[in-house]
């Protein structure tokens, strides 16, 4: 038994050795954030970071409650010329004409088939549903996702040339690590439907599926052959945008978060809803403002709109991310 | 630079050393479950954990896929002789019945105040939605959170006299821990409401509320005097329950399950599609055989049958604990 304890001493003493020399070796540590300019949006990211996890600090946030929440269409990835989903249901409605000959007599398909997008738009939203629904229902939970899986590793965005997903934002990318490296759990809360990102994000960004809120349609369990399935159906479940983001946001995660970003006007409430809770919080929107690197707009763009929130940054002192002056690198793929 | 070098592999060795003394030492480490009596159910378990966790193994399964979904009444905690659930929807209907006078006219508010259980049952189904609602909704999330909180730390069950959260298997807080120590994510996914577990769970079970799943009623974001709140609303939004459980999963994890754990036949389908994925996969019923220690039904009860599940868990060889032989304690207070 003394034999034992004696034993079971020797890797503590070892394991304190080794801490006590590891101490006394220089900080090798990386700067974190390295695509960030040094400016006060960076600044203001690493201070919050700073406060929330010193331990015995007045604005310590213990781990568990480190939530940080983010907006997918134009904070993590880029929205334009079009949301990128748009893009895919207008690939799908394609690959699908074979089987829909009707669809050359039928707005808003024809439009699709006939690359007239103009008309397709005319259509308002209403037609948009009906692109969407015909283009992302009627399979299993299973094949969306492989469909979806096919779709992102090889359709490629009309300016770039690159694959969508290489259309992510570099500095986006190096926030989500270091929140990840200081304790935060990070989710995305996307207008974007929840099932069109989950196939990716976990590669992407490195969020798994279980940490992907945002719309999604009406699902149903169905025995097909004595083999369960989940069937996708033509009916809106959720529309998780403006004052559904935190409605999606209590029902998924049942916290509030800590940090929100976003980029546009569709995450106000989100915002808002995450300011609002007490103790430390922390809120940013991303800014369009390089034409050259990315798209620039804000007040009148019909994509990502950013007008209330604007004022609402401003007038409750909310970290504003202007992209051209913050941001060294704006894809990874930029040299 | 050189030197650096040589003061990082330092610590490098002394971990080498370290692992490999450790190594030579006997295991010491603890029985797993030990509540559980050494019978067919608990080497079920514990074989299919060794499988999943042998990382050159075949039926190796990668952390991240290690999600087990656990149903609550009758599987975690008890349900009888009526779900927790109601116990407060009664209790709450009495707490507010001061605040409406017209509650002593009108069933089923007037079977509840008069302690006649019979005639508010009477009302069938329609008439407990009813209850749900009123002591449900109408507040926000946060005041509904610390009612709840309340209700838990106070209300005593008819039977035992114990707080309604001392009513939880012993065996099963051990194996959501044992899961928890081979790198699972637990869940709940329970047809109770997700607003009425969220605020005990992380105590009680170790699960947070981001992995807790259930039914809800709809919540709406609205500004009140400039704070934005979420106001629940007497309306259902999701019954988590039978085929609703598979969907529920879909939307909140958004990876089908490796194991799942029931006691009836509304959870069949959870378990169902738990078993139809590939690889390796786990499912379990929870068998009430002990009416001494706690309650024995199935077949024939109004609460938690399970019929079908018994039949289909024969026929497809899946676990069933008999809690009579397969525990050797059930609640926590037993000594």
């Given amino acids: 038994m003394i034999r034992h ?9 070892i394991a304190y050795a080794s801490a006590v020399l590891a101490a006394g070796l220089p900080a090798v540590a990386q700067e974190p954030l390295p695509s960030w300019n040094d400016g006060p949006a960076k600044q203001a990211i690493v201070r919050f970071v700073a406060d929330v996890t010193t331990a015995d600090g007045p604005r310590f946030v213990p781990p568990a409650e480190r939530i940080a929440v983010f907006d997918n269409d134009g904070t993590l990835w880029g929205e334009q010329p079009m949301y990128f989903q748009l893009a895919f249901a207008l690939d799908r409605v394609k690959a699908m004409a074979p089987e829909h000959p009707e669809w ?3 707005q808003p398909f024809k439009g699709v088939l006939e690359n007239d997008l103009e008309s397709v738009l005319a259509g308002g939203e209403r037609a948009l549903l009906e692109l969407v629904m015909a ?6 939970t299973e094949e969306f996702s492989q469909i979806v899986a096919d779709w992102v590793t090889t359709a490629k965005h009309p300016r770039t040339g690159r694959l969508y997903t290489d259309m992510v934002y570099q500095p986006m990318l190096e926030l989500l690590a270091y929140l990840r490296d200081n304790g935060f759990k990070t989710y995305i809360v996307s207008g974007g439907g929840i099932e069109f990102m989950r196939p990716w994000t976990e590669r992407v960004y490195g969020i798994p599926p279980e940490q ?19 069937v996708r159906l033509p009916e809106m479940n959720f529309l998780d945008d403006k004052a559904g983001k935190p409605v999606a946001i209590n029902q998924h ?13 569709g995450d106000l409430e989100m915002l808002q809803w995450t300011a609002a809770g007490p103790g430390a919080r922390f809120c940013l929107y991303v800014h369009h403002t390089d034409a050259e ?8 763009s019909s994509i990502g709109r950013l007008d209330r929130g604007l004022d609402e940054a401003a007038s409750r002192g909310w970290t504003v ?3 051209k002056r913050d941001w060294k690198r704006v894809f990874p793929f930029e040299r």
């Fill in 321 to 323: 991310v202007d992209m």
């Fill in 135 to 140: 283009s992302h229902a009627g399979n299993t």
């Fill in 212 to 230: 992907v809120i945002g719309s999604s349609i009406k699902t149903q369990f169905e025995m097909r052959d004595a083999t369960p399935v989940l």
């Fill in 253 to 265: 995660i049942g916290r509030r978060p800590r940090m929100a970003f976003g980029n546009s006007d």
């Fill in 104 to 106: 050359w007599e039928t």
């Fill in 293 to 300: 690197r990315e798209w620039a707009y804000d007040r009148e």
């Fill in 5 to 13: 304890r004696l034993y079971r001493l020797v890797p503590k003493w």
